[in-house]
């Protein structure tokens, strides 16, 4: 499956990879540690581990983001070079935003690596989150050279506009945290924050920067919208029912780690009285115990919420199959899309 | 002194934080938490106190650096008005830094009220401080109504590379605390990039908005980037000998807080083997005893630290008046940049 994407995608990763590598590479240093600890997050440390410089190992992200903006622009207009500062400038913002995740959630541990701020500090990694979100922006102006600069500044205005909402999602998400009465309707405007912004906004530029046609670039924003929700929900599901090692997180499961993620949250809101009550015990504990564990699958069940959660995920990525078909296109790159939104949510590959 | 600002600046200071204010008003909210942050941090949700609705008051900060941007703008196109999204920009994007240094810092006070991270945690004060900066981004943004799409885009490039330089200073000087080596020079470099950059991007964006002349541009970035140095110099020497009550700082002085200031800095370097042994010492502790403070306050009169002090900071701002004056208008608003220079430093008013 994974090389599958790999094999597909080969000539579009690598652009990006060489661009993103080259684009830190030669710019003024001033703190070392800054460019050190951006290298080390992006995996080009231990480039000569790998032995043969691929662009894409374990530690690197999958740079999807990326890869949907240039995939829209060569499905919209057959080239993809136009696009390839706002596929840069998306996943170092992508990227800023993992490493302050990472700092608030106390995550220890991304891509099978040490976090940042275990590292290097908290303080450190805040820094080196907010550096590479004035570098993701930095990277955005080079659009300049590309196409007409009014087009541009639309551009960073709606790559800003998706970067508060993005904020705004992680504000919701960290508030959740000491609430007890998150509904899953909740839930999914803090996911549409959070994870969606950013992909619709990768489709989005993608198209905004190939078309003047507003119904086009309005569908492709639709669908990297609701394909951002389906990965998002069918993470969360991985998350419960998936396994644990093959998503490159430590092993310990989001029921251990007591995240309110949808599937969860179908059970609070439709369990009964009884059952609801156990739950919110659990929930308010520091460490939950195996039969804690049992008590929440048990939960789980009792709602069906694996069923209800995948018949969730199934209608976001039909939305999103339909908004990219509504647009009438038929080419490689259209076709491509398509099916790296299959791959997304493992629907078949 | 401060009725002289006030008194002074009054139309430009309504016309900031009018415009500020109203930025934020006009927004949609996803996440309330987020713009209630904001207000907070502004002044705004405290404004009835004050009874008056006055800009100014003891929780808002000074607008120092968007008053930069308007008074350069006047003083080279008469008007301030095409400048007003910059300085928006730049008072929201400092904002954003304090916000995250007070997390970093863990400052529990700021402007005679608790912190951000103090009232909602820190991991709110992340998010509030990555939703400002996007949000000084997006003003930024409005400058595509009042000046060429070119010219707006390269202000951007300008503001983003301070965004940079600023990070990486905060980097240098997290580093600094781990470190006992550290000399004046690399100091010099830090709060160059820490407290410089942002000056000198609002005096070379008021410039660079309102003239084409690379060399009056030059000249107003030199006069921010050494007032600058000179204000933040300043503003250690009264960490040290000055009022703690004046400053809106808790009234640990920086010798409790051991903090590394270029005073201690130049005590560190030019005591002899035995004072810098005891200075080590004592900057090792976790909390510093009378008279381990009577030691520091020796050993900063030992190597003539105040007067070297005040030396350097008149080396800048020499330099900064030098600049200003090598523009060579003579006009209302050119006048009040050197006044509002001597202001800032407190060397005449």
Redesign the interface.
Known sequence: MKNWYLATFSDLLVDIETHLHDFFKGRP???P??WQMADYHFGWTDRRETGNGAPLRNVSGKRIRPLLVLLVARALSGRHEHVLPAALAIEIIHNF?LI?DD??DESTERRHRQTLWVKW????A??????L???G??AM?DL?DRV???A??EA??VL??A???T??????D??FEQRTDVTPEEYL?MIA?KSGALIQASTQLGALLSTDDRRVIDAYADFGLNLGLAFQIWDDYLGIWGEAESMGKSATSDIEGRKKSYPVLLAFQQADEALRAQLLEIYARKKLTRANIRTVFQALETVNSAQQTRELIEVYFQRALSALDSVGLDNEAQRQLRELALFLVERAY
Do not use: W
Not at 167 to 172: A, I, R
């Open positions: 240093q001033v703190a540690l800054f935003t302050h700092v608030m500090g908290t303080a450190q805040i820094n080196a989150g907010d550096g979100y004035s570098l922006m930095l102006l300049r007409a600069p009014e541009a500044i960073m205005g800003l506009k970067c508060v909402a904020v705004e999602g992680q504000m919701l960290v508030g405007t924050g």
